[in-house]
C-alpha cells in the first residue's frame, strides 16, 4: 500500500496528465475522543475519526480545489478529473498559483508537537472531568454545574506540490475545562476555566483547574453597575489575548489588499507605545500553533509583527503576497481541510512590561479590570470597538468590588495607542499577553 506522500505525489501526477499544470494536495487524519459530565453524572462520551483529501490544481492562472474522504482508486481518479474540468472552466485570478521551487522549505526543526503517551482512555478521560467539576463544587459558594470536559485529539498531515515540496507533520492536543455558578437566584454568577496543551504532563492538575473555576465565580457574586465615565481599562490576561487576535485580523494581507482594515495604511507606521513588541514565533517547542512549514510550503520564521510600537510586517500567504506587490510570503498560510489558504499567526504574544499588575493599576482612582467579554461590536474596517463586559471595579489602585452589565468602548487606533503592559506574560495559549492597561476608554452602565 503506498504511503501517504506516495498517495499525495501519485495524485499530482495525474492532474497533470490530465492537464493540470501545477497542482498540490494535502492529507489530514485526526481522531479525538472527549468526555462531558455535569452533577456527577457523564453526559456525553464521544470518538471521532476523520480523513480528509484536497486537491488544488491550476491551468494558467486558473485554479480549482476539490474534496475527498474516499480514498478508493475509482473515487480519486474522478477527483482528478473533476478538479482539472473545474478549473478550466474557473474564472482567471492573476495572483494564484503554488510557491517557486527556490521559495519552498527544504528542512525544518523537531519542534516536539506530539505526546508520545498513549491516548487516555475513557475511563480515565471520564475520572479526570470529574475531578474537575468536584474541585470546583467544593468551593464555598458554587452552587450549581454548568459541566466540566476532557478531550484529547491527534492529527497528522502531509503537503504534497508539483514543485518538489513533500513534507508531513504530527501534533496531539488534550484540553480540560469546568464551569460553574456562585450564588442563587437574581444574584447568580458564572466563570470556567480552561487549559490546553500539546502534551497533558505539562497541563494543571484537575483538582487546581476546578479550584480556579469555583474560586472566580465566587469571587464575582455581588456585582453592580457602574454610571458611564471615561476611565482606564485593565485587560485580565485570557481576555487581553482577544486585542492580538484583533490585530492578527486587521494585518491579514487578504484584507489590507483588499482595503478592508483600518491599518491598511500603517505599515512602518508606530500604532503602539514605544514599550509594545509583539512577536509571531512558529517555532517553539511544545507551542500549540507551532508550525514547521506553512501550508503552501513555505518555511515561517520568528518575527516581530510590532517592534517597539512599529508595525513591521504583513501576515502574509502567497496570493495576497502578489496582491500588495511583495516578493515573499511571510510563510503565514494556513489551510483548514476543505479551503484554500489565507494568512494566519502562529504562537502571537506581546512582550512582558516591567510593572507587576498591581503596579500597573496603582495610579487608578477609577476604573475596570476585565475578566470577561460577551458579544462583539468590533469592525476591523473602521477599527471601532464595543464589547459587554464584566470583571471589577479599580478604586484607589485597588481591586474593590465585582461589576458585570458593563460596556467599553473606543476605536482600536486609539487604544493601541494608549496600551500598557504588565510583567506577567506566561505562555498557556496560542494566543498570550500579560495583564494590558489602556487609557481613557468609554466605560458603560447604568
Not at 462531558?36 to 491551468?59: H, Q
Not at 526543526?109 to 474537575?132: C, G, R, V
Amino acid at each position: 500500500m503506498p504511503s501517504s506522500l506516495d498517495l499525495l505525489q501519485d495524485l499530482i501526477a495525474k492532474a497533470k496528465r490530465k492537464g493540470a499544470e501545477s497542482a498540490d494536495a494535502i492529507l489530514v487524519d485526526a481522531s479525538s475522543v472527549s468526555v462531558d459530565v455535569r452533577k456527577g453524572r457523564v453526559e456525553t462520551t464521544e470518538r471521532s475519526e476523520s480523513g480528509d483529501l484536497d486537491l488544488r490544481v491550476f491551468v494558467g492562472k486558473r485554479q480549482a480545489m476539490v474534496s475527498t474522504s474516499d480514498r478508493s482508486p475509482k473515487a480519486l481518479d474522478e477527483l482528478v478529473e473533476r478538479a482539472v474540468a473545474m478549473a478550466m472552466a474557473a474564472p482567471e485570478d492573476p495572483f494564484c498559483g503554488l510557491a517557486s521551487p527556490e521559495q519552498i522549505s527544504q528542512t525544518w526543526p523537531e519542534l516536539d508537537l506530539a505526546d508520545d503517551a498513549p491516548e487516555p482512555s475513557i475511563e480515565k478521560l471520564i475520572e479526570t472531568a470529574h475531578a474537575m467539576e468536584e474541585a470546583a463544587l467544593a468551593v464555598k459558594g458554587v452552587t450549581n454545574s454548568e459541566g466540566a470536559g476532557a478531550g484529547y485529539g491527534r492529527s497528522r498531515s502531509w503537503l504534497a506540490a508539483s514543485n518538489g515540496f513533500s513534507g508531513s507533520n504530527e501534533g496531539t492536543g488534550t484540553t480540560l475545562s469546568v464551569s460553574v455558578i456562585a450564588g442563587t437566584g437574581t444574584g447568580m454568577e458564572r466563570d470556567y476555566e480552561h487549559e490546553s496543551r500539546i502534551y497533558a504532563s505539562d497541563l494543571p492538575s484537575p483538582i487546581d483547574i476546578g479550584r480556579k473555576a469555583g474560586e472566580r465565580s465566587v469571587r464575582r457574586l455581588g456585582a453592580r453597575k457602574m454610571p458611564t465615565c471615561q476611565a482606564p481599562v485593565v485587560f485580565d490576561p485570557r481576555i487581553g489575548s482577544s486585542l492580538l487576535r484583533t490585530l492578527s485580523s486587521a494585518i491579514s494581507g487578504a484584507l489590507v489588499a483588499r482595503g478592508t482594515t483600518f491599518l491598511k495604511d500603517s505599515l512602518a507606521a508606530a500604532i503602539f507605545p514605544e514599550s509594545i513588541t509583539i512577536i509571531d514565533d512558529p517555532f517553539m517547542p511544545r507551542g500549540l500553533r507551532s508550525c514547521p512549514f506553512d501550508a503552501e510550503g513555505i518555511a515561517p520564521m520568528r518575527r516581530e509583527i510590532v517592534e517597539r510600537g512599529v508595525l513591521k510586517t504583513w501576515l502574509l500567504d502567497l496570493r495576497s503576497a502578489r496582491q500588495l506587490g511583495i516578493a515573499q510570503s511571510t510563510g503565514h498560510a494556513a489551510r483548514a481541510p476543505g479551503g484554500t489558504p489565507s494568512p494566519s499567526p502562529s504562537n502571537l504574544y506581546l512582550e512582558a512590561g516591567k510593572l507587576t499588575p498591581q503596579e500597573l493599576m496603582r495610579d487608578i482612582k477609577q476604573g475596570l479590570y476585565v475578566t470577561d467579554l460577551m458579544g462583539s461590536g468590533i469592525s476591523i474596517v473602521t477599527g471601532d470597538y464595543s464589547c459587554a463586559a464584566a470583571g471589577f471595579w479599580i478604586e484607589n489602585g485597588e481591586i474593590a468590588f465585582p461589576v458585570n452589565e458593563m460596556t467599553i468602548a473606543s476605536n482600536l487606533r486609539d487604544m493601541f495607542a494608549n496600551l500598557f503592559a504588565a510583567n506577567d506574560l506566561e505562555f498557556t495559549r496560542g494566543v498570550n499577553v500579560p495583564t494590558l492597561r489602556i487609557e481613557n476608554m468609554t466605560v458603560a452602565g447604568v
